[in-house]
C-alpha cells in the first residue's frame, strides 16, 4: 500500500484524532501505531507492521545497536482502531513522546503514515534544500 498526502488535524480532550479517509481506507480494520524517527508517530498497516517486526526479529541478538533498536520501536507499539466517528485514540504514551498536545499533522510516506505534532514538523522538514538533497540521490539509484 502506498500512502500520500498532508492532512492537519486536532487532537481533543481525550486523546482522539480523526484520521483522513483516505489513510483510514488503505489501513483497513487495524492498524499499529509506534514511535517513529525523528519525534514522529509511524502508523503501519498489519502487513506493514508484519513486514518490520519480521526484519527486526532477523536483526542478531549479540548486537547491542539491534536490541536497542528493536525495544525502541516493539515497546511502544499499540494496535489502533478508527471509531464509528472516524477517530482513533493516541495513547498518552505516544503523544507524550511525540510532542503532541493539540495540532498534528499526519502524513503519507509510502509504506507508512507518520503522525507529527504542527510544531515539530514544521521545525523538523525543510524542503528548501531539495536541490542539494536530489544530487545525494543519485547514490539510492533514484535519480
Request: glycine share 10%; proline share 2%; with cysteine.
Amino acid at each position: 500500500m502506498m500512502y500520500t498526502g498532508e492532512y492537519n488535524h486536532t487532537i481533543d480532550a481525550k486523546g482522539r484524532m480523526t484520521f483522513p479517509a483516505k489513510i483510514r481506507e488503505s489501513l483497513g480494520e487495524g492498524f499499529v501505531i509506534t514511535k517513529g524517527l525523528d519525534g514522529c508517530l509511524f502508523v503501519f498497516d498489519k502487513e506493514g507492521w508484519k513486514e518490520l517486526t519480521e526484519k527486526l526479529a532477523a536483526l542478531p541478538l549479540t548486537d547491542k545497536g539491534a536490541r536497542q533498536f528493536t525495544r525502541f520501536f516493539l515497546a511502544g507499539a499499540a494496535d489502533a482502531e478508527v471509531d464509528k466517528q472516524g477517530r482513533i485514540l493516541l495513547p498518552m504514551n505516544l503523544r507524550s513522546f511525540a510532542g503532541i498536545e493539540k495540532d498534528v499533522v499526519l502524513i503519507g510516506v509510502g509504506n507508512r503514515a507518520e503522525i507529527w505534532s504542527k510544531e515539530r514538523y514544521e521545525g523538523a522538514v525543510d524542503y528548501e534544500d531539495m536541490d542539494e538533497f536530489a544530487q545525494s540521490l543519485t547514490t539510492y539509484g533514484l535519480i
